[in-house]
């Protein structure tokens, strides 16, 4: 099984300061037939399902405002919050698609 | 735009089965493109994936080891549904269960708190 681990587990950022969270997976999730990372970027919130920030490690999905973004590649991964607003107070979690178990971080609080 | 609705009962006693459907608006079940999934989450496990089906010219399904003797995916071509049966359950299954669409699982039911106790 590929094990993601994420950090840190929680963190405080100021509204409008940048928020950094890492992801590291522990073997390449590079897919060959695109060229693409198979790691995917969620931000849940109390009493919802996971929702899709950003897939292919960078591309953000329909609906995402641009202010989170997601870089890295073969095994290292970063989703940053640009400007933290109120509204982004969450859990953020990476997974990987590459191989199947699916699998997941253990999650980043993000609080104000 | 693909929607999943989760049905399925709350509370279940242990050493018996769960049992619960997904219906799906906006996509086929037999879709040549999706998968469909099952995915737990627990504070002591975190986000855990069960299994999925998926239709290539046929059905297909992968189950994660830790359930792979006690789960069950099924499709419905004709309710456009698929359903999750794990048996045998004990409080450790106790979770919040979802159904998820997708490869990159952008698709996501509301969720269902099952409760495993007597």
């Known amino acids: 099984d590929i094990v993601m681990t994420q950090s840190p587990d929680s963190l405080a950022v100021s509204l409008g300061e940048r928020a950094t969270i890492n992801c590291k997976s522990s073997q390449s999730v590079l897919y060959s037939s695109n060229n693409k990372d198979s790691l995917a970027w969620f931000q849940q919130k109390p009493g919802q399902p996971p929702k899709l920030l950003i897939s292919?490690?960078?591309s953000r999905e329909s609906g995402v405002p641009d202010r989170f973004s997601g870089s890295g590649s073969g095994t290292d991964f970063t989703l940053t919050i640009s400007s933290l607003q109120a509204e982004d107070v969450a859990v953020y979690y990476c997974?990987?698609?590459?191989?199947?178990?699916?699998?997941f971080g253990g999650g980043t609080k993000v609080d104000i | 735009q693909v929607q999943l609705q989760q049905s399925g009962p709350g509370l279940v006693k242990p050493s018996q089965t769960l049992s619960l459907t997904c219906d799906i608006s906006g996509d086929s079940v037999s879709s040549n493109s999706a998968a469909w999934n099952w995915i737990r989450q627990s504070p002591s496990r975190g986000l855990e994936w069960l299994g999925r089906t998926y239709y290539r010219s046929k059905w297909y399904n992968d189950y994660a080891v830790s359930v792979k003797s006690r789960i069950t995916i099924k499709a419905d071509t004709s309710k456009n549904q698929f359903s999750l049966q794990l048996n045998s359950l004990t409080p450790e299954d106790t979770a919040v269960y979802y159904c998820?669409?997708?490869?990159?699982?952008?698709?996501w039911g509301q969720g269902t708190l099952v409760t495993v106790s007597s």
């Open positions: 292919w490690a960078s």
């Open positions: 997974q990987q698609y590459y191989s199947i178990p699916l699998t």
């Open positions: 998820a669409g997708g490869w990159a699982l952008p698709n």
